[in-house]
Structure formats: C-alpha cells, structure tokens
C-alpha cells in the first residue's frame, strides 16, 4: 500500500469552481480543450478563463491554419460578428483566407487597450472550417455552452483573460534516459516562448522535469542541469533494478489504493483525480491489468522496467546524493511549484535533497498543478508532449497547449511538420490575454484589392441568425444581399 495514500485529500482539495471539467482521453494533440460548465443564459455568465471546442468541420491534410480573431465588445455583438464570418465565408478561396485573417487581426488591435476584453480566436485553414467554427463559437456565446471535450480545438473563447501562463516541464518516468533530450527540448521551446514575449507566472516540472524548472526559475545553470540530469539517467541505466512495470490506470485515489493492496504496488504519481501511476513488479502489474479490466477501469501499462517513484528505488537516493554533492542550487527567482512537495520552493528548501528523494517518492503532480493554476489562464507544456498536456487539462480545468522549439515553428508563418500546432498555440496565447498583435504570425499581405472587395455583411439587427445564414457548410448569402450590407472586415467588435 503506497505509505502517502492518506494525502490524498490535499492532493485534491481546493475549491476550483465552476471552471473545472474532465478532457477526453483520446489520441493526443497539440491543443487539449475542457468542457465548459452549464451557465444561465448569456455569455456575461461564462467563466473569465477559456472555453475551447471543437467545430465538426474539416481542414485540408497538410494545409496551414490561419488565425481568425475578434476581440472587445459586447457578447451579443460578437455572436453577430460571427454569424457574419460565417456566411461570407464560402465567398472566399482557400488562397484569400490569410488576407481575411490579417484584416480581422489589424482591428483586434484597435480593441486591445480595453478592459477585460471579450476575445474570440479561431484556427482554420478552409473556408467551409471557418464557417463551421464561426457557428459554433456564436452558438457558444448565446448559449454559454460548450460540446463534449475534445483533442483538437480550433476555437477559442475568453472572457477577462489577463494572460496568465503557467508552464510546464516534461519529465515522466517511463523513459529517464530520455530526460537529457526532454531537457534541451524544453529549454528550446523556452525560447519560443521568450520570441513570443510570453512571460510565465508559474512553473511546474513533472518528475526529472524539476530540473529543467530550476534552470527556468534561475536556481541552476543549464551546463549543470544537463549535468545533472545525464548522471541521474546513467546511473538509473546502471542499477540493476529489479523486473518491475507502472501503469497508469483511470479511477480515483480510492480505487487505484485497492487496486494497489493484493500485490503490493504503489501509487507513483498523482496526475489527477481520477488517473493515477501504480508501481511494482512485473507480475503484480499484469496482474493489476487482470483484475482492472474485470472491473472496468481503464488500465495502460507504460514503457520502462523500473518502479520509478515507489520505495522500491529507496536504495538509489544514496547514489543520486553522490551526483548531486557539491551542486550549488540557488532559491528560486520565479515561482516553481514542486512535485515532489506539491508546494513552491523557497529559500529554506534543501532542494537537493529533495531531487535525490524524488526517486521514491510519489510525483505530486495534481497537486502542484492545481497551486500553480490559481487564476492562470492557459497551461503551456515546453515541448511536444502532448499526452501531459492532456493531463494538466483535466487536473486543473484549464485548456494546455504545447509549445514547440523554435526549430519546430517557424513564427513566421512556415508551420513545419505539423501545420496546424503553430497556429492552434498562437491562437489559445492570444485567447489567454498573452498576445495582443497577431499580425506576425500571419501570412504576408497581399495587394489591397485581392480582398477588399469582398464584403462580410453586417448582420440585420433583431433578425435571427438562422433566417439570414444558410445551412450547411458551404452555404453563403446572395449576392444581392451582400450587396445590401455593409462590410466588416475588422475584428473589433462595436
């Protein structure tokens, strides 16, 4: 039986209101959405923090997503803003969307300075897309509703962001070999953040992920980190553990306890209310597997043979204070929520101790993610783990996003292997209240003619949307109607 069982009411305390909201746990992404809460009518009701969903529309393989964003004004107007969008959009090519999106970008400029602005941001790169989302967020905004969670959002809604970014630190135990790579990479997509002026308020580093915490919190430097970090790895390689297996399994700390007791196993990690790591041999997670599938729990066994975070690695923390003798670690000069305390580091923690320890101890994650979250706005992961993207999503309520190395995204408008990451993070940021100006993640502007005469219409005051916006995807105004509304090509909302 893990001997930390009884701190899971701590783990899990914490009023976080009507914000949270499980995610599904589907294939990973490079965005992970939460499921709004219900709402009186009107989007004045809706929480301050994001509700991203997910239009049932499609985007070409392969083709680039633009950002499509309004911000400022009333729900009401934006709802209509959005109707608009959406029946013009089937008026445009493919070619002319980016055109559309910077014109929308240059007027959610002009509504920046105000207060507590409402922001919309959508990702498409078609326009039957940009239709569908355009729908689907002013449904949202009469409704303050939202679908079932999804793993690939393309839309974005706000209201009161300040753009408050907690970012986190890769580093599960499946692979510690794999942490001096997770390293570089996060401290890469560090500098993406940094080329975004993206300026996190907290951090959280996920077991060997504390590290790289500490290098971000200015309480190590990089060379010693990685340091660090590549004899932590040689020496877990060279132990000589015993046959031993994790898995994570989808229940509550009361069952995954039960689940532990007939083979001795533990609980690794707390990752949120109701997934959790166990840890033990390799028989007892076969049969762990057994008895949770009798019992309809969802179980995955994990890569790895060792029982990283369980007593069963007790005998290594003598080694591991061998590595980490003679390294100076600085207080902490940004706030670092640790998992292995589940509370900020301060000047009177040993912190190395506390990095030889973590090896047998439980990685507090839901914890320290749910102290860091107060009041954030967006989780950002440094690097493309996706899949703890979609943790911290369901642990603190809260959309994730991950942010690639700046090798990965070309900011300028070069998406690389995944066209659509770059663009869904600019988006979420932007909806997050920590970027203002999307005009430099947009594609180049073309002649001013190629689109000005293209006309979003103004919607008709007290007309029903659904009396003026044809159905279907692909549907669009007549031309005669167009004609008769005035254009609106800004993303300031009056």
């Known amino acids: 039986m893990d001997s930390r069982g009884d701190q899971d009411d701590r783990v899990y305390r914490g009023d976080r209101g009507h914000r949270v909201g499980p995610v599904s746990a589907g294939s990973p992404a490079t965005a992970v959405p939460v499921t709004a809460p219900s709402a009186p009518p009107g989007f004045e009701a809706l929480d301050r923090h994001m509700t991203p969903a997910r239009a049932t529309g499609s985007d070409r393989a392969g083709q680039r997503p633009a950002i499509f964003a309004l911000c400022g004004g009333a729900p009401g107007a934006a709802a209509e803003r959005l109707d608009d969008i959406a029946v013009s959009a089937a008026t445009f090519s493919d070619a002319e969307l980016p055109e559309l999106a910077r014109q929308l970008a240059g007027g959610v400029l002009a509504a920046a300075g105000q207060t507590a602005p409402l922001r919309v941001a959508l990702t498409a790169a078609t326009p039957s897309r940009l239709a569908d989302q355009a729908r689907y967020a002013a449904w949202l905004l009469r409704t303050s509703g939202t679908t079932s969670a999804t793993t690939e959002p393309g839309t974005y809604l706000s209201a009161g962001a300040t753009g408050a970014v907690v970012v986190l630190f890769p580093g599960r135990a499946e692979s510690a070999a794999a942490q001096p790579t997770r390293l570089a990479v996060s401290l890469e997509a560090l500098g993406t953040l940094d080329l975004l002026g993206v300026k996190p308020v907290s951090g959280v580093g996920y077991g060997l992920g504390e590290v790289t915490g500490l290098v971000w919190a200015g309480s190590l430097p990089a060379a010693e980190a990685a340091r660090l970090v590549a004899q932590c790895a040689q020496l877990l390689r060279a132990c000589g553990c015993r046959p031993a297996a994790m898995a994570r399994v989808r229940a509550d700390a009361e069952v995954s306890r039960a689940l532990c007791a007939p083979d001795r196993l533990h609980i690794a990690a707390y990752e949120a209310p109701r997934v959790h790591v166990l840890a033990g041999s390799t028989a007892g997670i076969r049969e762990l597997a057994r008895r949770a599938g009798a019992l309809g729990v969802p179980v995955e066994v994990l890569a790895g043979t060792s029982a990283t975070h369980s007593p069963a690695m007790a005998r290594y923390v003598a080694p591991l204070r061998s590595v980490l003798a003679g390294t100076r670690v600085a207080p902490p000069q940004r706030r670092l929520i640790s998992t292995i305390t589940g509370h900020p580091l301060t000047a009177a923690d040993d912190i190395a101790d506390l990095l030889a320890r973590q090896i047998s ?9 749910t102290e860091a979250a107060q009041d954030a706005d967006l989780i ?32 300028g408008g070069s998406y690389g292997a995944d066209p659509g990451m770059p663009a869904t993070m600019i988006a979420a940021l932007f909806a997050a209240g920590a970027i203002t100006d999307l005009l430099p993640f947009l594609a180049p502007s073309w002649p001013a003619d190629t689109v000005a005469s293209r006309a979003i219409p103004q919607m008709r005051m007290g007309e029903p949307a659904e009396s003026q916006a044809p159905q279907g995807l692909g549907g669009h105004a007549e031309s005669g109607d167009m004609e008769r509304r005035s254009a609106v090509r800004s993303g300031r909302i009056s």
């Open 361 to 369: 101890l439980p990685v507090l994650f839901a914890q320290a993610m």
């Open 380 to 411: 950002v992961t440094a690097g493309p783990d996706t899949v703890l993207a979609a943790t911290a999503a369901e642990c603190c309520g809260i959309p994730a996003v991950a942010v690639p190395a700046p090798a990965q995204a070309d900011l």
